[in-house]
């Protein structure tokens, strides 16, 4: 029987318990850093924000200056470009209009406009490059910037008059650099808090499949203390009474060899019952070594059958087998004859067809020993067909059953047929229909048929 690490009651208060601190201590961390990440960006957005207003004021003096400068020029002189101006261009005025002289906006940028003469003007034009960037825009469009400016736009101070078209903004490269450290740590912070919850979500799902195979294995022990406990109950009440009866001196020679042989047949059942304890633990959990070793399957399967036929006539079962002779296969015979005889059993014990009947069929397919075992009994539904495998598995009340058993036996029996590298599998049409076990064991070959006779 394989152990279980089972846990206690104060060991699952104390896990759980250290989750949700430890869940609670993480999330406090995660809302705490994306805080902490974001009031990172909110300063350093202020300090270019600062910078920018900073070089705003800058410009408005050193534009003002230089406007002065242009100014006081002698009429028809061209200014050469000096900072912050970077170009100076010449251009005709249009006769229809009067000549401009001060701040205008020339074709999308800033500059200082003064009259030259003889339907001429000079434009001195802005440098938009600095160690900021001059943004230069009608007032429509600077509106329209703030409007769509949010918390994670870039800084910008606008000027003042006569400049209220203009407007500073903090570096494109160095603002996306900050954007792009801001994201990162987002991500960081977000991984890390997906990764733990992750972890205390497997955790959990842990301890529940952990919890549902201890519960799973207490319904089990209870199956097979009820069960163990109503299979003791029965041959022990039948030997007392038939000892009592002899003991009484009511009977005669006759019924007292029959009292005796009941209770001979009950101490059987005991017997039977004590071994299928001790498979457990002999061919579980790699307790016991199989001696495995080239043997007769057909000759070992033969063995069993008539083993069964007493069991099978006392029934009433109709036992019908279908043997291939001279199949060998690398088996251990004491323990596969376990395996035979607990599917026999299990076969005879639900046959309740009209008549109940067994159909036993052992045949070579492709290098493969196949044993088949047929019965018309209750069927096994759909749902357990694999739980049937279960040790101490059985379906409904242990106490009620009419059919007797401890449900251990197909656990051996498939326990055993592992270690030999083979496959014991049960199909049902459902309910009602019956049953076939199909025992599949590899390395099998038929003996020719002048070896078979020698």
Request: charged residues 25%.
């Given at each position: 029987?394989?152990?279980?690490?089972?846990?206690?009651?104060?060991?699952?208060?104390?896990?759980?318990?250290?989750?949700?601190?430890?869940?609670?201590?993480?999330?406090?961390?995660?809302?705490?850093?994306?805080?902490e990440?974001?009031?990172?960006?909110?300063?350093?957005?202020?300090?270019?924000?600062?910078?920018?207003?900073?070089?705003?004021v800058?410009?408005?003096?050193?534009?003002?200056?230089?406007?002065?400068?242009?100014?006081e020029?002698?009429?028809?002189?061209?200014p050469?470009?000096?900072?912050?101006?970077?170009?100076?261009?010449?251009?005709?005025?249009?006769p229809?209009?009067?000549?401009?002289?001060?701040?205008?906006?020339?074709?999308?940028?800033?500059?200082?406009?003064?009259?030259?003469?003889?339907?001429?003007?000079?434009?001195a034009?802005?440098?938009?490059?600095?160690?900021y960037?001059?943004?230069?825009?009608?007032?429509?469009?600077?509106?329209?910037?703030?409007?769509?400016?949010g918390?994670?736009?870039?800084?910008?101070?606008?000027?003042?008059?006569?400049?209220?078209?203009?407007?500073?903004?903090?570096?494109?490269?160095?603002?996306?650099?900050?954007?792009?450290?801001?994201?990162?740590?987002?991500?960081?912070?977000?991984?890390?808090?997906?990764?733990?919850?992750?972890?205390?979500?497997?955790?959990?799902?842990?301890?529940w499949?952990?919890?549902?195979?201890?519960?799973?294995?207490?319904?089990?022990?209870?199956?097979?203390v009820?069960?163990?406990?109503?299979?003791?109950?029965?041959?022990?009440?039948?030997?007392?009474?038939?000892?009592?009866?002899?003991?009484?001196?009511?009977?005669?020679?006759?019924?007292?060899?029959r009292?005796?042989?009941?209770?001979?047949?009950?101490?059987?059942?005991?017997?039977?019952?004590?071994?299928?304890v001790?498979?457990?633990?002999?061919?579980?959990?790699?307790?016991?070594?199989?001696?495995?070793?080239?043997?007769?399957l057909?000759?070992?399967?033969?063995?069993?059958?008539?083993?069964?036929?007493r069991?099978?006539?006392?029934?009433?079962?109709?036992l019908?087998?279908?043997?291939?002779?001279?199949?060998?296969?690398?088996?251990?015979?004491?323990?596969?004859?376990?395996?035979?005889?607990?599917?026999?059993?299990?076969?005879?014990?639900?046959?309740?067809?009209?008549?109940?009947?067994?159909?036993?069929r052992?045949?070579?397919?492709?290098?493969?020993?196949?044993?088949?075992?047929?019965?018309?009994g209750?069927?096994?539904?759909?749902?357990?067909?694999?739980?049937i495998?279960r040790?101490?598995y059985?379906?409904g009340?242990?106490?009620?059953?009419?059919t007797?058993?401890?449900?251990?036996?197909l656990?051996?029996?498939?326990?055993?047929?592992?270690?030999?590298?083979?496959?014991?599998?049960?199909?049902?049409?459902?309910p009602?229909?019956?049953?076939?076990?199909?025992l599949?064991?590899?390395?099998?070959?038929?003996?020719?048929?002048?070896?078979?006779?020698?």
């Amino acid at each position: 029987m394989r152990g279980a690490t089972r846990l206690g009651f104060g060991q699952l208060v104390a896990f759980v318990a250290v989750a949700l601190v430890l869940n609670a201590q993480f999330t406090w961390w995660v809302v705490y850093s994306l805080r902490e990440n974001r009031q990172r960006l909110d300063l350093q957005r202020a300090n270019l924000g600062v910078r920018a207003s900073e070089a705003a004021v800058r410009l408005e003096a050193r534009a003002a200056e230089a406007a002065r400068g242009l100014q006081e020029l002698p009429p028809g002189v061209i200014p050469a470009p000096t900072p912050p101006f970077d170009d100076v261009r010449v251009v005709d005025i249009d006769p229809s209009l009067p000549p401009a002289s001060g701040w205008i906006d020339y074709q999308g940028r800033a500059g200082f406009a003064r009259p030259l003469g003889r339907g001429r003007q000079v434009v001195a034009l802005l440098d938009p490059q600095a160690p900021y960037r001059w943004l230069a825009a009608i007032s429509a469009d600077l509106e329209l910037v703030e409007a769509r400016s949010g918390e994670t736009s870039r800084p910008q101070a606008a000027l003042g008059a006569p400049f209220t078209r203009l407007a500073v903004t903090a570096d494109f490269h160095r603002w996306e650099e900050l954007l792009d450290r801001y994201r990162r740590r987002v991500l960081v912070v977000l991984g890390e808090g997906i990764f733990f919850f992750a972890a205390i979500a497997t955790a959990v799902m842990l301890l529940w499949r952990a919890l549902s195979r201890e519960g799973a294995l207490e319904r089990q022990h209870q199956n097979f203390v009820s069960a163990v406990t109503h299979e003791l109950k029965t041959p022990i009440a039948g030997i007392r009474l038939a000892l009592e009866t002899v003991l009484s001196r009511r009977v005669d020679d006759e019924g007292r060899t029959r009292f005796l042989t009941n209770a001979l047949a009950d101490t059987e059942r005991l017997g039977d019952l004590v071994e299928k304890v001790l498979e457990v633990t002999r061919y579980t959990g790699g307790a016991h070594r199989l001696r495995i070793a080239p043997g007769d399957l057909s000759q070992l399967v033969e063995d069993e059958l008539r083993a069964a036929e007493r069991r099978a006539l006392a029934r009433g079962v109709d036992l019908a087998s279908e043997v291939a002779p001279g199949i060998q296969a690398p088996i251990d015979p004491e323990a596969l004859a376990i395996v035979i005889s607990n599917l026999l059993e299990n076969a005879l014990k639900y046959a309740q067809g009209q008549p109940p009947r067994v159909e036993v069929r052992l045949r070579l397919e492709r290098g493969e020993a196949v044993l088949e075992v047929k019965d018309n009994g209750v069927g096994i539904a759909g749902a357990e067909i694999e739980a049937i495998f279960r040790p101490f598995y059985r379906a409904g009340d242990e106490v009620t059953r009419r059919t007797p058993g401890t449900g251990i036996g197909l656990f051996v029996a498939r326990e055993i047929v592992g270690a030999h590298g083979g496959r014991l599998t049960a199909a049902s049409d459902g309910p009602g229909k019956g049953a076939t076990f199909r025992l599949v064991l590899p390395g099998a070959e038929a003996l020719g048929e002048e070896e078979f006779s020698g």
